[in-house]
């Protein structure tokens, strides 16, 4: 007998509405047997009718294969398979990564890979009262602070102290106000740990000196509480400014940076297992790969696993779920870029290229942008950097700012179409960009300096319409110094042609006069040389008359007279 459809529960729910959707399409194809469509899509009728069943949610194989069968858009209902399945497992079960939030002290249990680190925090806060976990952002401060130390002291305590209140805050815009509030729960401050993540909004909200100046030496206090903070590591000159809290992080820090390989393993494949899940060995491979060493790529890898879990197929994730999980950062990126003003949009567009190294035959690639190269730019493009950092698109640290993954590079048209627009402006920008870093690198030595072609089309690419490429000013400076050295370079070279010139004349002149000279004493000589010619030739003549009587064979004749001289 055929296969009938049973009824769907009224409920609305997404799952049914899923399933009514399937069993609407296989009307539209002629409404074929179950059977008809096992043949088609090579899974059983009880497989397909399960599908349509709308009691749990079928696999991705089995919806492709009955939407294929009956001749359906099976891309489209793959993008619906999808969303419904990210809705569905979150609301059934708890995924195994946070994405880019941070873990709480709740998620203990999938905290993974900073098994040293964490240790040494411990010992580091039982042997002092304050502790400072430094790194760059998206090393996973947060989650060690939480997931790590705030569980650990809330199950164990300290050695010889096991019970331990904790206190977890943020300093927000009044951190003195909050901090006190905290205190005042308790009796003793020294049987508590305050715990105070994100330390650098003492900088970047609060905007009170005093306020400011109160929670420092609250903080810092001796008889105060135990203090733990997490500061970023772009902030750490700031924070060492006030003497007292200065001295307390240089005396007990722990600096916190990329995670190695077999820490990697660990985070990529200890939550999965404790929600049921397997990891396919080509997935952690690459997983390792790709971030091994990355400071700052922490929360970006954990979004990746988060959209990997969210479409795996079975209860093991693929590679194949992994590498189509990166579309989400591109996603993410475009709905931040629309929702900032024009003014934003254009410095969110030169950051990108900035962070973006052009390929030579060579697909483009992720450029670490160097923070010095922002130095001196406005409120918006710094305003700008930190909403990127809070999106998790942007990772920072001490030195440098760069994407959170490249795959924005490519999945992100908008990004794409940037890149593509004008490649030969960002060529002219990027090599000044790589040529002023290098100059400062080098003490600015003039040697460093633009010159001849290079300088030239810099120059006009700089004074020409049509592009929107702005330069930071150290790139301005650095051209401007360029230019003035070959000013310089010129007019010591016009210079030096004029002294040529001078001297080529003067030795001119001086072979003019030489030759002057000796044409005045060759004409003297010649004309010595002619008057004293008939003088001499004379002297044989006289000398030879007083022989023409003694010895007339020897004697001149006279050519004039034809007489024997005598």
């Not at 497989?47 to 359906?72: H, M, N, W």
């Not at 580091?124 to 304050?130: A, D, S």
């Not at 997983?287 to 060493?293: E, F, Q, S």
Request: aromatic content about 4%.
């Amino acid at each position: 007998m055929p296969r009938h459809d049973r009824p769907l529960r009224p409920d609305g729910s997404p799952l049914i509405n899923f399933a009514a959707d399937l069993r609407r399409l296989r009307e539209k194809a002629g409404k074929p047997s179950y059977r008809e469509l096992a043949r088609e899509a090579h899974y059983s009728s009880t497989t397909l009718s399960d599908a349509a069943g709308g009691r749990r949610l079928p696999t991705l194989p089995v919806v492709r294969a009955y939407v294929r069968a009956c001749q359906g858009d099976v891309p489209e209902w793959e993008r619906r398979w999808r969303a419904l399945a990210a809705a569905h497992h979150e609301s059934h079960c708890t995924a195994p990564h946070p994405g880019s939030k941070a873990l709480q002290p709740e998620h203990a249990d999938r905290f993974f890979g900073r098994d040293a680190l964490l240790q040494g925090a411990i010992e580091r806060l039982t042997e002092n009262r304050f502790l400072a976990v430094v790194g760059a952002s998206g090393v996973g401060k947060s989650s060690l602070l939480l997931a790590g130390v705030t569980a650990r002291l809330r199950a164990e305590g300290l050695a010889g102290r096991p019970a331990v209140a904790v206190e977890v805050m943020t300093p927000g815009a009044r951190p003195a106000q909050e901090f006190g509030s905290r205190l005042a729960r308790h009796d003793s401050p020294g049987d508590l740990v305050v715990v105070i993540d994100q330390f650098e909004e003492v900088f970047t909200r609060c905007q009170d000196e005093h306020e400011r100046a109160a929670f420092v030496e609250a903080v810092t206090e001796d008889t105060g509480p135990r203090v733990v903070i997490g500061l970023r590591a772009d902030f750490l000159a700031r924070c060492a400014a006030p003497p007292a809290l200065g001295n307390w992080i240089c005396r007990s820090q722990i600096r916190v940076g990329g995670l190695g390989p077999d820490e990697l393993r660990q985070v990529v494949t200890g939550p999965p297992e404790r929600v049921g899940c397997t990891v396919e060995e080509s997935l952690v491979t690459t997983v390792v790969a790709d971030y091994c060493g990355r400071a700052g790529a922490l929360p970006v890898l954990s979004q990746v696993l988060l959209e990997t879990w969210r479409r795996r197929v079975t209860e093991t994730l693929t590679l194949a779920d992994y590498e189509s999980a990166g579309g989400a950062f591109a996603r993410s990126a475009e709905v931040v870029y629309r929702s900032m003003d024009e003014r934003r949009r254009q410095i969110t567009r030169g950051l990108f290229l900035r962070m973006t190294r052009l390929g030579e035959g060579i697909p483009d690639s992720v450029r670490c942008l160097w923070r010095d190269e922002l130095d001196g730019a406005d409120p918006e493009t710094q305003a700008v950097l930190e909403i990127l950092v809070g999106a998790r698109l942007v990772t920072v640290d001490e030195h440098t700012v760069q994407p959170a993954h490249e795959s924005l590079i490519t999945t992100w048209p908008r990004l794409r179409d940037w890149l593509q627009h004008d490649r030969d402006d960002l060529r002219v920008h990027r090599n000044l960009t790589e040529a002023a870093h290098s100059w400062k690198s080098l003490a600015q030595d003039p040697g460093a300096l633009l010159r001849g072609v290079q300088l030239t089309t810099t120059r006009e690419w700089a004074v020409r319409d049509g592009h929107d490429l702005r330069t930071t000013p150290a790139e301005q400076d650095f051209l401007t110094q360029s230019v003035e050295a070959e000013r310089q370079d010129r007019a010591e070279g016009s210079r030096r042609e004029r002294q040529v010139r001078l001297m080529a004349a003067g030795l001119v002149a001086l072979l003019v006069a030489l030759a002057g000279v000796t044409l005045v004493a060759v004409g003297q000589w010649r004309d010595e040389d002619g008057a004293q010619g008939p003088a001499i030739s004379r002297r044989p003549v006289s000398a030879s008359r007083p022989l023409a009587l003694s010895r007339p064979d020897i004697a001149v004749p006279d050519t004039l007279s034809g007489r024997c001289l005598g």
